[in-house]
């Protein structure tokens, strides 16, 4: 099973905030496991304490354990054996094993921030309690002298296990703070999509194609630059609903958009508007440009049937109207003298384009 599997156990299907805690979580527990096995080879190996060794592989067990909970998923399960398996190890390490001078509890520190990261943001009385069952086992262990532990280390091995401890914490910290670091960088990036791009397309949305627009058209306006808009719509897109369903018809959408994308290499910024209707800026296009352009788009949607996932041939046909900039303009206005010329063009009958220059 490669490590990419282990990690996305229990992710898939799920939402997106959830799926990225369930990893983070997968990732935690093997690099927990990953350490939990180093102490289970120095017990066995360089001390020579098979009973010990064989105890602290059963934690490394079941650390691991946890995956399964993931898989058949019960995710938060699956968080609750993390702690309590860290929290039973710790304890186990410090008052059993060897003693405090080992460092072994300094390893609940990490529950807080850990529990923090792997809990959704909702789940307050998990974290809560852990936090305070972590800071309580802390005092306890930090508090008890171990008199009669299963392992007698020498002060320098103690030294080296306290180190040891440290660095791992140190190590979990700056893994933890990346992870979170990722956590909240790919939130951003969702939260950004999800606020600009239509989902079904991938083109900008209404909004987000308005402000973007507007900032292109100001460039044009500020440097009397030529400026052209073109509004699409798909002719008689009801009859390709009824006639081949809502599926069919959404797989149409996705691949107009993506034939218009193909065209636009030069900065034109395309938005959907509507339901079939997609808008699209051409910087820098005089008239006669802007009706090539639509032409090109026109003749490749005519000459290229469709064919659905269902092997359905769609044969369309798309109306145009284009609006070229003479004066300053908003693009809200633009938008408005493109969809009059639409107007036009689809009272003259299917795959017309009709233009509107405004005048200076
Ligand atoms: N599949 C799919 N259909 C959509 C979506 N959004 C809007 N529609 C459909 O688009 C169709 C638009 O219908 P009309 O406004 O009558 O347009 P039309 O059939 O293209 O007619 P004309 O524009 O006059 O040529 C309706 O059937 C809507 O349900 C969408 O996201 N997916």
Redesign the pocket.
Known sequence: MSISKIINTGAEFQPFNVANKIKTTNWVTLFTVFISAIYTLLYLFILNEVKVGLFNLAFTISYALGLLFMRFRAITNAKLWFFSVLMLHVWVCTNIFVSKESGFHLFYFLVPSGAFLLFELDQQKEKIALSILATLLFFYCENTLNPDPLIILSSDLNSTIYQSVVFFIMLELVVISAMFNQQIGQHEMQINKTATTDK?TNCLNRNYFFEEGQKQLEIANTNSRPFSLILT??????????EH?????????VYFANVINHMCKNGEKVGRI???EFVITLPEYTKAEAEKFANKLNLQIENSPFISSGNKTIFNTI?MGIAVRNSSNTIGELVSIADTALFQA?SMG?GNIDIIEQMA
């Open positions: 079904l719509n798909l002719d008689n897109f009801k009859r390709v609903n009824d369903g809502y599926l069919v018809g959404d797989e149409y959408l509507s339901g079939e109306s689809k299917v």
